[in-house]
């Protein structure tokens, strides 16, 4: 019903710069609540962006990446990006598209149990 395909990972040096995308296919071309979530070996996941697709568009991020990470989408690719600059090691991370159908704007936030459609991952590798 819902595939999400991630790209843009990589490894980085810190204060450097990379964007991840997430291209949706569905058959229904719905509002969705979409986010990025990532996770770091011995942590739980974490959310770190969401955007509502819908009408009034709706953005939150984490406290941990504001002002460095911007979420963002091409409806008309149906594709998500994460815009991550001045990343830092902690950054070091899978990062997890993550989609939910049907949510209102008020809906869309960092709760991992909102979102029932994810990605493989992308891993992005921040060093010092």
């Known amino acids: 019903q819902v595939q999400l395909v991630e790209s843009g990972g990589g490894s980085v040096q810190a204060g450097g710069s990379l964007r991840l995308s997430c291209t949706l296919s569905?058959?229904?071309?719905?509002?969705?609540?979409m986010a990025w979530f990532r996770q770091a070996p011995g942590k739980e996941r974490e959310g770190v962006a969401t955007i509502y697709t819908g009408s009034g568009g709706h953005t939150a991020y984490a406290d941990s990446v504001k002002g460095r990470f911007t979420i963002s989408q091409d409806n008309a690719k149906n594709t998500m990006y994460l815009q991550m600059d001045s990343l830092k090691p902690v950054d070091t991370a899978m990062y997890y598209c993550?989609?939910?159908?049907?949510?209102?704007?008020?809906?869309?936030?960092?709760?991992?149990?909102?979102?029932?459609?994810w990605g493989q991952g992308t891993q992005v590798t921040v060093s010092s």
């Open positions: 569905t058959d229904t071309y719905g509002t969705y609540c």
């Open positions: 993550a989609a939910r159908r049907g949510y209102s704007r008020s809906g869309c936030d960092l709760f991992e149990y909102r979102y029932n459609s």
